[in-house]
Each structure stands twice: as C-alpha cells, then as structure tokens.
C-alpha cells in the first residue's frame, strides 16, 4: 500500500511551494507529493461524475465533505492548511472533482491569484510556460502539486496558462483536487 508523501519537498527534485510569489515565476511543481492507495480512489473514480464543494477553515472542511476515505481526507486536510499559510488566508474554497469528460479543454489562465491543482487518478493537468495558447504544453504527472499563478495575483505577475487534458470519449477518468483563495471583494 502506498503511503501519503506531503513532506517538506526536497531541494533537488522540488521547488519550494513560496517560489510562486517571484514576479517571474507563473507555475510552481511538487512532483510526487501525493501518492494515495490505489484502493481508496477506485471507489470514487467508480461514481464519477461528481463534484463537491466547500469553503471554509482548513481543520473544519471535512466536515463539510461527504464520507471520504481516511488517505483522501487527510491529504486534503494537509494540503488546504499548507496552501492557506503560503496565501496567508484563514479560509479556502476546495473542490474535489471525479471528471469522465473535457472540462476545461482551452487553454486558459483563471481569475485568481493561485489555484493548487492535483490530479489524484486519471491524467494530470496540461501547462504552458509562456503566453502563447496555441504553444506547446507540458502535462503535469499524477500526484504532483501545481501551484497555477491566475491574473489576479498582482501588478508584474504573468499567469499560467493551462487546461484539463481532453479525455471525452476515451474511457478515462480523474480524480482532482482543486483549492483557491477566498473570492476578493470587489468594489462597487
């Protein structure tokens, strides 16, 4: 049975999670971050489609969730309090999705600051690394981290460019975790 790896990444194989505040960095990697046991993703990938939604304080959103196995809550547990201390917020919003077609397929930056995305089962998430839409992309490996900079993280910040890899009529499902930032007031 595999175990669930969050330990602090190491130096050589990891960039660290804070290098997503550098004006020039749009995309930060944790390859191999979450390694679950094959056995508690089965039983979701079974029931997909589906998508639950919370928000609130990383030690409370379990309770907001449905029945998870123990690896799958812990590793969300995890990974929502390390995301709120590098965003510095009392509050994230989660969404663990079990995805059986293209959702988003084009090529796009989202309206946030940061999105932590990590692909559980099922192929990873597709990125660029520069501006151009039509470029090449990259794919993230299942189980690592990505920490996409969005558009509204801040004057001299370029946003990641990426898409959910198309997987319609292919057989294939995922299992993703995605967490944000609060939404920001806006004025009015």
Known sequence: MAALSLLEP????????????HPQTRIVIDK???LLPRGDIEPLLDIAPFGY???GRPETLLA?????????????AVLAARFASLMQCETVRVRLEG?????????????????LICTLAGPGTDYALDDDPEGPLTRLP???IGLFKGHAFGEG???????????EDSGERRLVLVI?????ATAG
């Open 32 to 34: 191999d971050a979450v």
């Open 10 to 21: 190491r130096a050589q194989a990891h960039q660290r999670w804070d290098a997503i505040h």
């Open 53 to 55: 939604r919370v928000a």
């Open 142 to 144: 299942t189980g690592a």
């Open 64 to 76: 907001e969730l449905p029945p998870l196995p123990e690896s799958l809550g812990r590793c969300i």
């Open 157 to 167: 910040h370029r946003p990641c460019l990426h898409r959910s890899p198309p997987i």
């Open 180 to 184: 944000d930032t609060p939404p920001r």
């Open 99 to 115: 995805v059986t077609g293209n959702a988003c397929r084009k090529v796009h930056a989202d309206y946030t600051d940061v999105r």
